[in-house]
């Protein structure tokens, strides 16, 4: 089993502290989701745990199975097991999907996939993300739909099965059928025992992805936790008890 461990992190940018001390264990199989108004923080950890340049660890730990996440590249993360969806993906012009996969599976599991069998899987996982095959021929992100790239991502992540999976604001920009969808991959890696945790503003993508915990982030740390329930109650109150007057639900 797979865990990975926060303790007391804290992180600033441009000496501005952001994260202020978050304690935060993710194990194999466990969806945690991190909900919180916007400026909370939440999507600093994300790209803390990434190795974004942007932002400074000032203190605190972050380790994989006990290893040192903090003292690896961004690349050593993502072999060690890490993967981040993120909130903005970038485009890549002159890359296409298919080369951009395949590079990215022979980096993580430091070998090429065999061209066939990476065919079939790539294509079978396509089209459980209900994505036309001609898709793996565009360029990555580039003239891509906000559903389009976010299907990109899970398509990434069910190819790559990380240890653990940072979802950030993976439901904005989508509609109805594509939640469903992005959704649907998102429960099938944590069936394959991907521990995810899942970075939302609203409680919509949790009808659909159902966390064991639930944390609410404010002002830098994690000042409540509960299970599905305090999701409800989220969505019901909002966020006013913590001085916030911004609704949890859409």
């Known amino acids: 089993m797979s865990e990975l461990v926060i303790r007391d992190l804290q992180v600033a940018v441009e000496d501005t502290p952001i994260l202020k001390g978050v304690d935060l264990t993710v194990r194999s199989g466990e969806t945690h989701a991190i909900m919180g108004p916007n400026g909370s923080g939440k999507s600093t950890l994300a790209y803390s745990i990434a190795g974004h340049p942007k932002y400074t660890v000032t203190g605190g730990t972050v380790t994989l199975d006990g290893e040192d996440v903090l003292a690896m590249t961004v690349d050593e993360r993502a072999r060690a097991g890490l993967f981040l969806a993120m909130q903005y993906p970038v485009e890549v012009p002159g890359v296409s999907v298919s080369n951009f ?144 007057n911004e609704t949890a639900s859409a």
């Open 101 to 244: 996969l395949r590079t990215a599976a022979t980096a993580v599991r430091g070998e090429a996939p065999k061209l066939r069998t990476w065919v079939k899987e790539v294509n079978g996982t396509m089209a459980a993300l209900e994505m036309d095959k001609a898709f793996a021929e565009r360029n990555v992100n580039e003239g891509f739909s906000g559903g389009e790239k976010k299907r990109h991502e899970i398509l990434q992540l069910e190819l790559l099965k990380p240890k653990i999976a940072i979802l950030d604001e993976t439901d904005s920009g989508l509609d109805v059928d594509a939640l469903r969808v992005v959704s649907a991959g998102v429960n099938r890696v944590r069936e394959q025992g991907v521990g995810t945790l899942l970075i939302t503003h609203y409680t919509r993508i949790l009808r659909y992805i159902e966390p064991e915990f639930v944390h609410v982030f404010f002002d830098g740390r994690i000042v409540e936790s509960g299970g599905k329930d305090l999701a409800d109650q989220l969505e019901a109150e909002g966020y006013a008890r913590f001085g916030v």
